[in-house]
């Protein structure tokens, strides 16, 4: 059974940190490029960040480059989201994502509510 369980996620004030997690299981992470998305009331889901499964490579968007960085343990399975310097823009419900390219499956995690805050 696929799984990919997001923590770390809650309330912080504006320039604070907060470092989400994902545990992943149930498929092949170490072959997966991983990213994190982002969907805020009323707007479309974003990709965030995201890191690839062949050297770690990253990009971000625009928004979070400098503030956000993205890293994986493949010893754990997991994936991280370092956030700094949060501003009330962040604010959002962020996903894990998985892109198993070798079969060409994604899969979703359930989302961690980030709130930017003062």
């Known amino acids: 059974q696929v799984q990919l369980v997001e923590s770390g996620g809650g309330l912080v004030q504006p320039g604070g940190s907060l470092r989400l997690s994902c545990a992943a299981s149930?498929?092949?992470?170490?072959?997966?490029?991983m990213s994190w998305y982002r969907q805020a009331p009323g707007k479309e889901r974003e990709l965030v960040a995201r890191?690839?499964?062949?050297?770690?490579?990253?990009n971000y968007a625009d928004s979070v480059k400098g503030r956000f960085a993205i890293s994986r343990d493949n010893a754990k399975n997991t994936v991280y989201l370092q956030m700094n310097s949060l501003k009330s823009e962040d604010t959002a419900v962020y996903y894990c994502?998985?892109?198993?390219?070798?079969?060409?499956?994604?899969?979703w995690g359930q989302g961690t509510q980030v709130t930017v805050a003062s």
């Open positions: 994502h998985a892109n198993q390219w070798l079969t060409r499956t994604v899969y």
């Open positions: 149930g498929f092949r992470f170490t072959t997966s490029h």
């Open positions: 890191i690839t499964s062949t050297d770690s490579s990253t």
